[in-house]
């Protein structure tokens, strides 16, 4: 079965960087598109990031410029590099698999990310 474990959040102030890392158990994202989600407080879950088979990348108009995924297939990671954070970043950020309703089953703990004003 697909386990992911997210980490790399934290609490940094406006205008700081993170870097985020998804740890994929078995083969997953050599198969599916992967993304990263976020939920804010109050907020429905939303996908911020996605990367394909193919290295294609899309991203969310509120992130654009700000983050950039990327993945290491050799050690079955996907990344995401978060620069010029902004206090409205704040939210539980996950990975799992595009669309997510594949995933249903997948879905980790989570990483906090912070960002103070």
């Known amino acids: 079965q697909v386990q992911l474990v997210e980490s790399g959040g934290g609490l940094v102030q406006a205008g700081g960087s993170l870097r985020l890392s998804c740890a994929a158990s078995g083969s997953i994202f050599s198969i599916s598109t992967m993304g990263w989600y976020r939920q804010a407080p109050g907020k429905q879950r939303e996908l911020v990031a996605a990367?394909?088979?193919?290295?294609?990348?899309n991203y969310a108009d509120s992130v654009k410029g700000r983050f950039t995924i990327s993945r290491d297939k050799a050690k079955n990671t996907v990344y995401l590099q978060m620069n010029s954070l902004k206090p409205e970043d704040t939210a539980v950020y996950y990975c799992n698999v595009v669309p997510s309703l594949w995933g249903r089953d997948y879905w980790g703990q989570g990483t906090q990310v912070t960002v103070s004003s």
């Open positions: 990367i394909t088979r193919g290295a294609d990348t």
